[in-house]
């Protein structure tokens, strides 16, 4: 009955969430504190569970991230200098908080100022990365930079638990290094596999065997392992299949991982007290100082502030601070209960601020002065369509079809665009004209210069919501030509045409066609016109 409750009760609030238009993960965590509240036991494998999702969250990372993204400056210098302001602010807020006579602040030395500290200052993975799935943005320039910050953060937080816990990693974490010829041989592997549960299971045995498991095994965050078995595989050409393989397995564990932190421990009133002030005043901080770094570092204004709303949380990775905090008896038992409710809180309120984020940063990058465009980075830049009659959105095989078909059969001068920068290269390379951008972006009609002489909108990005949104973004800017817009199921044909689109095209319409005509023309079958 028990571990009926624990698949009924997320279900539910997963599909009440969506109900009232927020994301699942939401009702998931929901469901936790619900569960636990109402006395039902965790089974003995959640925690397992979350943690093969997380892996699995982070494989998937690592599959589709370019390295050289995590030596950028705006990457790198943003990450380190925000965790040590951000601590700073945060053990001030707590000596602050000290003075009201709290018990469980009042009890803290330095060293538990600077694990809390510490283990606020970090923005969460999962629930980022989430997000930015759900509006389709990981590819983004702005998705992309908050990735690198969010690696960049893993990677510090690898260096903190071992400074933390006083436990060096073992002196084979130096043997690490045969993992790269290593990865040689699961690329050879990977290039054989079957289609199916095959790639599944050969995608979580990677993430979790010489990934997870073997980093563990020397004394370093499992996660980290497997984040960086999936970078020395992300250039595989079958990449791409891998991370879509084992995506809906990910997406099951994950709810694992939303579900334990209810299981973490029932809050207090001052609990909830001390997580709430922690939640509203660090958050907004945390946000703005994201901002202000990047604006800094070259960004538009509008690209610092969603990269900064992006990563408006704190981190499941503050909980395994505290907790070695309180195993060495630094810190209360209380403060793991307290962290994790901050934890859920900085969720909930990034969640409620993403419904107007959106308008919100529209309006404070229109309200603030215009950079001077040779001052920002070079993906940031407004964009020239030259002379251009269309324009091909997502570059897939779908819209680099449509992309030939219009250049080599029609004689349309045409520019494609992509939110994926190393297809945006590879295409450049192979001679056609494409440019980097986030069609999503309300602004980025607005960097195209000359965008008035264009005619035709082809929207051709694989997920329907990015389309949809595009459409929408068309309409704001004015855009007078046509919009044909790519879908794959008949409800999201109907919607298409309610958001504007003047040509609606199922993805497989005409696939029959193309398919007679060739098998008939290589059988030399004619019809008795011919």
Request: negative net charge.
């Amino acid at each position: 009955m028990d571990l009926g409750l624990l698949f009924t009760v997320p279900l539910v609030c997963g599909l009440l969430a969506t109900v009232i238009r927020v994301p699942p993960m939401v009702g998931f965590l929901a469901a936790g504190f619900i569960l636990n509240a109402s006395g039902v036991p965790a089974f003995e494998g959640l925690d397992v569970l979350a943690d093969a999702g997380v892996t699995l969250l982070l494989f998937g990372i690592g599959l589709k991230l370019d390295p050289r993204i995590l030596v950028r400056r705006e990457v790198w210098v943003t990450a380190t200098v925000h965790v040590a302001v951000s601590t700073v602010v945060a053990i001030a807020l707590l000596a602050v908080l000290g003075l009201t006579g709290l018990s469980l602040i009042a009890g803290l030395d330095w060293r538990g100022y600077a694990l809390i500290g510490v283990a606020l200052s970090f923005s969460s993975t999962v629930f980022v990365v989430k997000l930015l799935e759900a509006s389709s943005a990981t590819r983004a320039f702005f998705g992309r930079t908050a990735i690198g910050v969010l690696v960049i953060q893993d990677i510090v937080a690898v260096a903190v638990l071992t400074g933390s816990t006083g436990d060096l990693p073992s002196p084979w974490a130096f043997a690490l290094v045969l993992v790269v010829p290593g990865a040689w041989a699961i690329r050879w592997v990977m290039g054989r596999l079957d289609h199916g549960e095959v790639q599944v299971l050969f995608g979580v045995v990677v993430a979790i065997v010489p990934g997870y498991l073997l980093f563990d095994a020397v004394g370093l965050k499992g996660d980290l392992g497997a984040l960086v078995l999936g970078m020395l595989l992300a250039s595989h050409e079958r990449s791409g299949e891998i991370r879509k393989a084992i995506f809906g397995l990910k997406e099951f564990l994950l709810v694992g991982f939303f579900v334990s932190l209810g299981f973490i421990g029932l809050p207090s009133a001052s609990d909830l007290l001390i997580a709430g002030v922690l939640v509203l005043v660090l958050v907004p901080l945390k946000v703005v100082g994201f901002a202000v770094l990047l604006d800094r570092m070259g960004l538009r204004h509008r690209s610092a502030a969603l990269v900064a709303g992006a990563l408006a949380s704190f981190s499941e990775f503050g909980l395994i601070v505290v907790d070695n905090g309180v195993t060495s008896g630094v810190l209360e038992e209380d403060w793991l209960v307290v962290v994790s409710t901050a934890v859920a809180f900085s969720f909930l309120l990034s969640t409620a601020a993403a419904a107007g984020r959106e308008r919100l940063v529209t309006a404070a990058s229109r309200w603030l002065p215009a950079k001077d465009p040779d001052r920002l980075l070079e993906q940031d830049r407004p964009i020239d369509v030259g002379h251009a009659q269309a324009v091909v959105i997502g570059m897939g095989r779908v819209g680099r079809a449509a992309y030939e078909q219009l250049v080599d059969e029609h004689g349309v001068e045409t520019v494609g665009v992509d939110a994926d920068g190393e297809r945006v290269e590879s295409l450049c390379e192979a001679g056609l004209q494409a440019v980097e951008g986030d069609a999503s972006d309300p602004e980025f009609w607005l960097r195209l210069t000359r965008a008035e002489d264009l005619d035709l909108a082809v929207l051709a990005m694989p997920f329907h919501g990015a389309n949809r949104t595009a459409t929408t973004r068309l309409q704001e800017a004015g855009f007078a030509g046509v919009v044909a817009v790519v879908v794959q199921f008949a409800d999201e044909a109907a919607q298409a045409r309610e958001h504007g689109a003047d040509i609606v095209l199922h993805l497989y319409d005409g696939a029959g066609h193309t398919l007679a005509d060739e098998a008939a023309a290589a059988a030399g079958l004619h019809s008795p016109d011919d």
